[in-house]
T-cell receptor
Framework: QKEVEQDPGPLSVPEGAIVSLNCTYS??????FMWYRQYSRKGPELLMY????GNKEDGRFTAQVDKSSKYISLFIRDSQPSDSATYLC??????????FGAGTTVTVRA | EAQVTQNPRYLITVTGKKLTVTCSQN?????MSWYRQDPGLGLRQIYY???????DKGDVPEGYKVSRKEKRNFPLILESPSPNQTSLYFC????????????FGPGTRLLVL
């Protein structure tokens, strides 16, 4: 079993919809949680960083961490075609070693 | 311009022929890392370095070596490449830790025959 599980999708939504992404994990030592966005043929870029449990909001993006359930989520409100990308969850126990999920491919239809 | 550079960008080689992929950053970052990306598996960390002469294993270090003799450079060495190391490789750097934005290089596409 992989340490980080993420449904690869693909996920297709109409413009303006809420995109909901999630990951589960098995390593209880993880305490740093991240979401990256990767456009085709590009390197990933950090979207959200959360330490421990709780919610974090940044514009149209909201990240949630539930350590008791070992479950993290990313919500994208008012989705735009420019949000079409692969979204990867990532986690770390020490803020140095990083474990990624497989990534979910999202398409926002205009 | 702040950037992470990787060379070569594309490489075709044969099994067993030693190769080095270079990575260099011009931002005076302490943290550097190597990842490989394979379809269906996402990104997997190979090695990371917290500073000069300080390196540690990621999730998939087997078959790879790294060194950090200078702050700006973090080369990835494949002593005896095998076909299962065919992949897209990314180098990245950040100021000190993962909580800071990682800047990724353009990627190196490696094919081992």
């Amino acid at each position: 079993q992989k340490e980080v599980e993420q449904d690869p999708g693909p996920l297709s939504v109409p413009e303006g919809a809420i995109v909901s992404l999630n990951c589960t994990y098995s390593n209880s030592a993880f305490q740093y949680f991240m979401w990256y966005r990767q456009y085709s043929r590009k390197g990933p870029e950090l979207l959200m960083y959360t330490y421990s449990s709780g919610n974090k909001e940044d514009g149209r993006f909201t990240a949630q961490v539930d350590k008791s359930s070992k479950y993290i989520s990313l919500f994208i409100r008012d989705s735009q075609p420019s949000d079409s990308a692969t979204y990867l969850c990532a986690m770390s126990a020490n803020d140095y070693k990083l474990s990624f999920g497989a990534g979910t491919t999202v398409t926002v239809r205009a | 311009e702040a950037q992470v550079t990787q060379n070569p960008r594309y490489l075709i080689t044969v099994t067993g022929k030693k190769l080095t992929v270079t990575c260099s950053q011009n931002m005076n970052h302490e943290y550097m890392s190597w990842y490989r990306q394979d379809p269906g598996l996402g990104l997997r960390q190979i090695y990371y370095s917290m500073n000069v002469e300080v390196t540690d294993k990621g999730d998939v270090p087997e078959g790879y070596k790294v060194s950090r003799k200078e702050k700006r450079n973090f080369p990835l060495i494949l002593e005896s490449p095998s076909p299962n190391q065919t992949s897209l490789y990314f180098c990245a750097s950040s100021l000190a830790r993962l909580r800071e934005t990682q800047y990724f290089g353009p990627g190196t596409r490696l094919l081992v025959l």
